[in-house]
């Protein structure tokens, strides 16, 4: 009995430092995550800028073409 509790003690320990480890790389999992979620929103918020100009031009173009 004393032996399966023993045994039962490392099993826990060892489950443990697995959570631990675990526990480490969904943190950096979730750092590199938000830093693509930053870089995606910069990137957009550029080619909307872009595309919103282009649009403007383009329409500007088509409604007004003999204004100055």
Known sequence: LEKLKAQNEQIV????SHDKRFD???KRFDEGN????TLTIGFLSIVGVLVTGLLGIIVKIA???NAV
């Open 13 to 16: 320990k060892r489950l443990d």
């Open 24 to 26: 480490e790389v969904n």
């Open 34 to 37: 938000s830093r693509l979620n």
């Open 63 to 65: 409604l007004f073409p």
